[in-house]
């Protein structure tokens, strides 16, 4: 299929998400649209898709207009969607959820369950996505969910696939499953729209390049061209993409954890065991496929979950089990995983969050009542140092970007005075821009004498900021390293094969 | 990510209906209620009803159901504003002759006599909501409070300087003890409050009728379910003296004093900042070291309080005795609270505005009745119908095209599961 988008234009109220986009993707080519987050690229497939009307500008289908008024339409003009939360019934079973909306029917309406798995079979076969059709998809990990979803919009017969960040969700392993997926599907002629901010990635499949800034489309590029250039091209101004960090000095321990046993939700060891010691003046970077037991680590670490057996030590003091609140008060900073759940009060003005867990502290609050005026100094002020876009400082942190609202969590933190920091995924989900701003607040932390524990599952953070990297799994650590250890061995400890590799 | 700013999906419900235009939304919702009234008066008024039914028996008859309908939904609707409000033709006479002046504020002195209380409760109850926690127990609460404080005021005796405070004080001790119950069982076993407090209301209502009809506490005497009656040392006196007939008094003050501790509590003080921490986002309470126990058990003391003050202030200002129909039915001023409350959108100031709004249409309700036969439980239906109104926003927006559909339904609709 050839898909056209010609000028489109897409405005909510004053605000235009979208400014004469045109963009064309030609038959077996995989197209990336790379943008920050907020450039518009989502508001564009909605578009694409049906579930947004244009304002302006035309959509053509091999050089017919066309125009959808709802999803369902653009599904069976051969257009198919991956959203990036899956829109699957965790407790059906896969062919159930790809036939679901079209059950291929036996007489007196009966699901043909038969042809929807030998059809799913076929599928599969067709484009090498490898999964069980009677599998129940909530005990699928996230890669095969994403097959699925796959599956689903080929069993439509998608000519045009879109991708709507596909990636932020996977490990490695899948992500280069993904990829050779994408591949395969392209040499078999159809589209690929790709959604994206992640730049190694768009190099590493698309055949063209487009970004989007600011909801116009501000160039195109070649795969060939740098990280560097295409990150530059997409924020608008030179990124630094690695942290200069200065020489590595560390000082006495500041953090230690011994033998610490962690239960998760479901009464299971999460945590198994785990030491760590940490020194200031230094990042330890705590590497790991999600689910192993950090989490938990984290969790127990701030106060949030009972620690069963071993001890958590801050500059000597015992903060194992300690209330939050102790834990905040002792100088520990937290920047959580799941920062609208646990970081920010969405509701709340930029202000209040950013007192979220000092409210009582002078000159805030004074004799239980609270000092508005201290509130707005420290937030303007708050702002500006840590450059968090917002009107104003009584906006509803809700209204902020993913990026913004994370600089919210980190200015709270890192403004108050600390003995350690805590974080757990600092920069999932943010843009390039937000990451190297973040990444530049950890490591001047780190620069200034300070301890941090770091916990990521990306590997390209890890190697940017750890002095030392612990790997996590099963909920123990199965080795620390050195920086310098390759990808391979880091890659081979969070399968929990420590064979080869030197401990410290 | 999602390119368009939704308004965070993990936001309370709460949260997500009060930021869209809520005082739109609310007036609308308001006006649809009546015209729900309309319609019921129109379907249940026998006279309205033979108008239309002869509607093709002459060429004048479809003109004159409509008027028979106007006139009588005109009629209604007026008795009740003149019955809760003024009444323009009184207020001319006494204007005119300088008499007559007490039949002329007779209306809205009632209405507020009736919104004081009700306004207390209310803000105990929004307090509550804004906390997370749906207090459905203001009305045992209260009827714990009147318990206490019509003891502290009719068995005690001393001077007015110290028998009334401590009266209101013991209204809100008892309203306090009867909120601890479920605040504590919540707290320490994770108990539903609104079980709870639901089952904790027929507790209260059994001790109620058990120290009625109890000695010392029941009028001596009496073999009714019928308490002492208050020292008028303990009681919330006429604003303009017994003779003036006006029943508005002191309560309004105590109403107003709430109303302006309910604004610092929320908007002001540190502990106010902890329970709508609290109640917007419990994780983030919690990670920020927001002990969500003391906060449970504290938020059901502040309610509680107020429901008991609430009930204390009714007693006290208006039969200066308890008896075993307190707070019952169509005067269970704790379960009204709960639709002020929700109609106020669980702000001091918007809460003002829904208890006077109730108090006029139950006060109004009553002139309606007297004057045009049609029941009072219209009033009660038309409170219903704002609520519900008030809670379908989305409805009313459709209804009044005051928006196009909000995109962040479809943005909802493009996320699924996980989101």
């Not at chain 1, 790809?98 to 029917?105: A, D």
């Not at chain 2, 109403?255 to 502990?271: P, Q, T």
């Amino acid at each position: 299929m050839r898909l056209e988008l010609r000028g489109i234009t897409k405005r909510f109220g004053t605000f235009t998400a979208n400014d004469q986009i045109s963009i064309t993707v030609e038959p077996g080519e995989i197209h990336c649209l790379l943008g920050e987050n907020g450039a518009g690229k989502s508001t564009l497939m909605n578009v694409l898709f049906g579930l947004l009307h244009p304002d302006e500008g035309e959509i053509l289908i091999d050089g017919v207009a066309t125009k959808f008024s709802n999803s369902g339409e653009a599904v069976r003009r051969g257009i198919g969607m991956v959203h990036q939360h899956f829109m699957l019934v965790p407790v059906f079973s896969v062919a159930e959820n790809v036939v679901l909306g079209f059950e291929p029917t036996k007489s007196l309406n009966r699901v043909d369950y038969k042809k929807a798995t030998d059809d799913i079979r076929r599928i599969s076969k067709e484009f090498n996505l490898e999964v069980n059709p009677d599998a129940i998809v909530e005990n699928l990990p996230v890669g095969l969910q994403q097959r699925v979803e796959i599956l689903k919009a080929l069993s439509h017969d998608a000519e045009l696939l879109i991708l709507d960040e596909p990636t932020a969700v996977l490990t490695p392993q899948e992500i280069d499953a993904l990829m050779a997926i994408m591949r395969s599907l392209a040499e078999a002629g159809k589209s690929i729209l790709f959604i994206t901010h992640k730049l190694k990635e768009v190099k590493a499949v698309s055949d063209v390049i487009t970004i989007i800034r600011q909801g116009k489309v501000v160039g195109t590029a070649q795969p060939t061209d740098s990280e560097s250039q295409l990150a530059s091209l997409m924020v608008g101004r030179d990124v630094a993409l690695t942290v200069e960090k200065s020489a590595f000095t560390p000082g006495g321990e500041v953090f230690e954890i011994r033998d610490l046993v962690v239960r998760d939700d479901r009464g299971l060891v999460a945590v198994n065991g785990v030491s760590l010691e940490v020194r200031a003046g230094e990042i330890m970077a705590l590497a790991g496929v999600q689910g192993n037991g950090q989490t938990e680590l984290v969790e127990a670490i701030a106060g949030m979950r009972p620690v069963e057996s071993g001890s958590i030590m801050l500059n000597g003091r015992d903060i194992t089990n300690a209330s939050p609140r102790a834990v905040l008060d002792a100088g520990l900073g937290h920047i959580p995983e799941d920062r609208q759940r646990d970081g920010l009060v969405m509701s709340m003005s930029v202000a209040d969050n950013l007192v979220l867990n000092t409210p009582r502290r002078a000159p805030f609050a004074r004799r239980g009542s609270r000092n508005l005026g201290a509130i707005n100094d420290n937030a303007e002020r708050l702002v500006k140092d840590f450059d968090i876009r917002t009107t104003s400082t009584q906006e509803l942190v809700s209204s902020l970007s993913g990026g913004n609202q994370q600089k919210v969590i980190v200015a709270r933190e890192l403004s108050r005075p600390l003995e350690f920091l805590v974080a757990s995924q600092p920069t999932r989900g943010l843009d390039v821009g937000s990451i190297e701003y973040v990444h530049r607040q950890m490591v001047d932390h780190r620069n200034a004498g300070n301890g941090a524990l770091i916990v990521s599952s990306e590997l390209d953070e890890v190697f940017a900021l750890g002095d030392r990297i612990a790997v996590m799994y099963a909920g123990k650590i199965s080795g620390i390293v050195d920086p310098s250890t390759s990808r391979e061995a880091i890659g081979l400890l969070m399968t929990g094969t420590s064979d080869g590799v030197t401990h410290e | 990510m999602s390119e368009v700013v939704t308004t965070g999906h993990r936001a309370s419900l709460w949260a997500r209906w009060t930021s869209k235009s809520p005082i739109v939304v609310t007036f609308f919702a308001l006006i649809l209620g009546l015209l729900v009234g309309a319609i019921i008066i129109i379907t249940t008024t026998p006279a309205v009803l033979d108008a239309w039914r002869a509607m093709f028996h002459s060429w004048g008859a479809p003109g004159h159901a409509l008027k028979v309908t106007f006139d009588n939904v005109g009629a209604a609707y007026r008795t009740m504003f003149t019955g809760s409000v003024i009444n323009p033709s009184s207020f001319g006479h006494s204007l005119t002759t300088g008499k007559g002046w007490s039949n002329t504020f007779t209306p809205i002195s009632e209405t507020l006599t009736y919104a004081a209380p009700l306004l207390i409760a209310s803000i105990g109850v929004g307090i509550a909501f804004q906390t997370g926690i749906f207090n459905i127990g203001a009305n045992g609460q209260a009827v714990l409070g009147g318990i206490a404080g019509a003891v502290v005021g009719s068995m005690l005796h001393m001077p007015t300087v110290l028998h009334l405070p401590l009266t209101l004080l013991a209204g809100i001790a008892g309203g306090m003890l009867a909120g601890s119950v479920p605040g504590l069982l919540k707290a320490f076993t994770g108990a539903h409050e609104v079980i709870v407090t639901i089952m904790w209301n027929y507790v209260m209502y059994a001790f109620l009728l058990f120290v009625v009809l109890s000695t010392p506490f029941q009028q001596p005497g009496q073999q009714n379910d019928i308490s002492r009656t208050m020292d008028p040392s303990a009681q919330l006196a006429p604003l303009f003296g017994t003779s003036s007939g006006l029943r508005v008094n002191y309560g309004i003050f105590v109403a107003i004093a709430v109303v302006a501790f309910a604004w610092w509590f929320l908007e002001r003080s540190s502990l106010g900042f902890d329970f709508r921490v609290t109640g917007a986002n419990p994780s983030a309470a919690k990670a920020s070291g927001i002990n969500s126990r003391v906060v449970l058990i504290l938020v059901f003391l502040v309610s509680g309080g107020l429901a008991g003050l609430a009930g204390i202030v009714q007693a006290a200002s208006t039969t200066h005795f308890i008896d075993g129909g307190f707070l019952i039915g169509n005067a269970g001023i704790g379960f009204t609270a709960i639709t002020v409350a929700l109609l106020g959108r669980n702000k001091p100031i918007g809460i003002v505005w829904a208890s006077l709004l109730f108090a006029a249409l139950g006060v109004g309700g009553r002139a309606m009745q007297a004057s045009t036969g049609i029941p009072l439980d219209l009033a009660a239906v038309i409170q219903s119908a704002i609520v519900l109104f008030v809670a379908t926003p989305v409805l009313v927006k459709e209804l009044f095209r005051l928006r196009a559909a909000p995109t962040s339904s479809l943005q909802l609709a493009a996320k699924g599961w996980g989101s």
